[in-house]
């Protein structure tokens, strides 16, 4: 039964970006705001579609933790590829840092250039830390949050965490704020995984990092927070299936 919903939501999901894809190319003559708008509709009724198809629901937390003003960095912790289209659809105004081979994608990556992004060659090493801590000025400075995940690529649940240290370039050389965010999206919507499974996944808002700390301070603190969290959310779903 898991199995051929999955199926039919994964049908349902290339059939639902098919049709919305397409039209949205006029878009790209318009201001960046409107493809910002779009991709919120776009993730919402694939939330709607993992609802009724997979019986998969989320629960949004610590909204209150979320800076109300000025630019921040947004450092999530990454299981699947739930968490960047929740992060898409309930940040306001967000601008990711993500590889740029994603731009390649047709229709996506042009989308997600529009969208305002930060795309890095991850081989060029410090030229590529230096590229991301200048182009991320920008949106900070206009009050966008920047979304990164410090890890770099998806995890599996309970998996050792592997924080690379372009976080810490990103936080220094920016002296923004940080709020962390857990999630417990890896139980439900495995790494490249084709089912996808009932139950309530969790993103939660952790409380701020405030900028300037030391750097090694700024490690531990943002990756206890992150892990910790993400545990917890974790075993809290674990316990309710054996409920």
Known sequence: MIFLRSLTFNICYLIWCAIFFTPCLILMVFPQRFMLHAGHYWARVIFWLLKVICGTTYEIRGQENIPKEGGFLLVSKHQSAWETIALMAFSNNPCFILKKELLMIPFFGWYLWKSGVVAINRKAGMKALRQMIKEAKEPLDNGRPVIIFPEGTRATPYQEPNYQTGIVALYSGLNVPVCPAAVNSGLFWGKDAFVKK?????????????????????????????????NRLMNEAEQKKEA
Request: aromatic content about 6%; charged content about 20%; proline content about 9%.
């Open 198 to 230: 009932p139950g309530n996944i969790i993103l939660e808002y952790l409380p701020v990092i405030p900028a300037g700390l030391d750097r090694k301070v700024f490690m531990k603190t943002m990756q206890d927070s992150i892990e910790n969290a993400s």
